[in-house]
């Protein structure tokens, strides 16, 4: 018999360019307003329609024939779409592993019971602190309450639950308790994501950015939960890159493991893909998924190696770190192939250290920047 | 590592798929895919909470005369202590 662990390989190392995850954008609508959230700034969400059910059915099929086989329904709001079941149940008939990425904020249990009818794998239910002030001073809303009890009905219906938590210097020293919330409440997983400075997060960096020190901290907890708690929670902690000074391995490479498919159809390699400038990406209503796929522009660009300048070009990590985030490299450089500042050996490492240094001085207190959709204005 | 009278289980998390693309059969949970050789993919599929691993090591034994029994209970051992590192397994 062939050895069983002979090959066992994390499907990231498997075939070259093939997407394995679906990230369904169904809506850019919300109840919460979180100053990080990686939805594009108010300027560039566009104003056309959201994909109708058929759209995103279509979508669907032509991903699994891709090779997906994950599928986020994620948002802004996914609840906010009244075609959900339906595009669950469709998904569930592809096979594909369904996993709903929710705030909870206005589910049901009757909803809930509804989708694991249907045949949702997983639950994604976002915490913002271990209290509704956290709740209320990063989102622009309370919801804490509701959100505790969608988590209960996710256990109810033995759904495998994952407790997502966004970290910043307001909330990154409850480590420890939302850890023991999450083992509490039965979580599978706890996401402990560190805030990834693009976008509205950006914007609010002066505000959000911990110190090394509250990031030194909390990494010790988690590592320990890690160890104390495997088999039972599984608890995920990445050193931010801005901290790590190596960059984060962003969605696997430009146009390679995942689709981003925004909520008006545009296919993107990330959430945030559409604030570069002068790359033109095509909308699933205007040409086949595996059409755009291959040969768009946009998804083309920076896909591989080609792109890369030096330090990348010959750096040991390339393959490793797909060199970063493009979103973040032209944010920070205005330019779209610069070495991502988080990285070291970046030429422009200087703006990610000098944004660590203001995170150390004594902090004013300003006005967060809250998220908005373009008719809030 | 596993007992050998636990009955081991795939995590709740946890679909075993067979991938039409890749002809290969994968494991996938939240975020991330594990795939499977053969062998693998056959305890896979015989961690269903029902079996202990002695009868786990039985059934692939039947199928695999040949094979020393030593080897096979090695094997899967090493495979289910894969699964429990990444915690893919209950039981």
Redesign the interface.
């Known amino acids: 018999?062939?050895?069983?662990?002979?090959?066992?390989?994390?499907?990231a190392d498997?075939?070259r360019h093939?997407p394995?995850?679906l990230v369904a954008e169904l809506s850019y609508r919300c109840p919460l307003q979180c100053a990080y959230c990686s939805n594009p700034s108010e300027r560039h969400i566009p104003t056309r329609p959201e994909l109708d059910t058929d759209a995103w059915r279509s979508t669907l099929t032509q991903a699994e024939a891709l090779?997906v086989?994950?599928v986020h329904f994620t948002g802004g709001e996914p609840l906010l779409r009244r075609d959900l079941e339906a595009l669950v149940e469709h998904a569930h008939s592809l096979?594909l592993?369904t996993?709903l990425i929710t705030s909870a904020l206005g589910l049901t249990r009757e909803r809930l019971a509804k989708l694991a009818q249907l045949g949702l794998?997983?639950v994604?239910i976002s915490l913002q602190g271990m209290s509704d002030a956290d709740t209320l001073h990063i989102a622009g809303r309370t919801g804490l309450a509701a959100k505790l009890e969608a988590i209960g009905w996710v256990r109810e219906l033995?759904l495998?639950l994952?407790v997502n938590v966004v970290l910043h210097r307001h909330n990154i020293d409850q480590v420890p308790e939302l850890i023991d919330l999450a083992t509490r409440v039965g979580a599978?997983?706890l996401e402990l994501a560190n805030t990834q400075f693009v976008g509205w997060a950006l914007e609010n960096r002066s505000q959000l950015l911990p110190s090394a020190a509250q990031i030194a901290r909390a990494h010790t907890h988690a590592q320990s939960a890690r160890e104390r708690l495997?088999?039972r929670l599984?608890v995920l902690f990445v050193l931010p890159d801005y901290h790590a000074g190596v960059v984060r391995p962003c969605m696997q490479g430009w146009a390679n493991r995942y689709i981003v498919v925004s909520p008006d159809g545009v296919v993107l390699p990330c959430h945030q893909a559409h604030q570069l400038p002068g790359l033109a990406f095509e909308r699933v209503t205007e040409r086949s998924l595996a059409d755009i796929w291959r040969d768009n522009a946009g998804l083309n660009a920076f896909r591989g190696e080609a792109w890369m300048v030096e330090p990348c070009r010959s750096c040991e990590r390339r393959h490793v770190d797909f060199g970063g985030c493009r979103c973040q490299a032209f944010q920070l450089t205005g330019k779209h192939e610069a070495t991502d500042p988080a990285c070291r050996l970046a030429p422009d490492h200087d703006l990610v250290q000098l944004a660590r240094q203001n995170a150390e001085a004594k902090q004013e207190v300003v006005q967060l920047r809250y998220r908005r959709l373009p008719r809030d204005r | 590592m596993l007992r050998a009278h636990a009955r081991p289980k795939l995590?709740?998390?946890v679909?075993l798929?067979f991938?039409r693309?890749?002809g290969r059969h994968?494991l996938?949970?939240?975020?991330?895919?594990?795939?499977?050789?053969?062998?693998?993919a056959?305890?896979a599929e015989l961690c269903t909470g029902e079996r202990s691993v002695e009868q786990i090591i039985d059934a692939?034994h039947v199928t695999?005369p040949e094979?020393p029994r030593s080897?096979?209970a090695a094997?899967?051992e090493?495979?289910l202590d894969?699964l429990?590192a990444r915690?893919l397994v209950?039981g």
């Open positions: 018999m062939q050895s069983p662990s002979s090959d066992l390989a994390d499907l498997a075939t093939r394995y995850t090779g086989v994950q096979d592993y996993s794998d997983h994604q033995e495998p994952t599978q997983r495997r088999g599984d | 995590a709740s998390k679909r798929k991938d693309h890749s994968w996938l949970y939240p975020e991330r895919g594990l795939a499977l050789n053969a062998s693998a056959r305890i692939l695999l094979a080897q096979i094997d899967v090493q495979f894969a429990q915690a209950e």
